[in-house]
């Protein structure tokens, strides 16, 4: 039973003091509350509603479609495709 709390005392001992040189090596001071790079990057990530299904997707993972000056951004092809042939349709009753 020792042994095995020793050893898990001597693993995380290990990791506190390589991520406090880890730190350090970097130069820069880091707060308790500070975003790491990559939660900045997650949360500046901007989702957009396909008009189709309605599923929300990132925009950098969409497809974008633009009609009428209109930038409009879908999860498929197929809700793509969709959209530009009712669109067609709508415009040639309407």
């Not at 509603?49 to 925009?59: F, N």
């Not at 974008?64 to 809700?79: D, I, K, Y």
Request: hydrophobic fraction near 45%.
């Amino acid at each position: 039973m020792w042994l095995i709390f020793i050893s898990w005392s001597a693993r995380l001992l290990g990791r506190l003091v390589g991520w406090m040189l880890g730190d350090a090596a970097s130069g820069v001071p880091r707060s308790p509350d500070a975003a790491s790079p990559a939660e900045t990057a997650v949360a500046a990530r901007r989702l957009v509603r396909d008009p189709v299904c309605g599923m929300h997707v990132d925009e950098t993972l969409s497809i974008p479609f633009g009609q009428g000056g209109e930038l409009r951004h879908f999860c498929s092809t197929a809700c793509r495709d969709s959209y530009a042939v009712n669109a067609r349709k709508f415009a040639a009753n309407g």
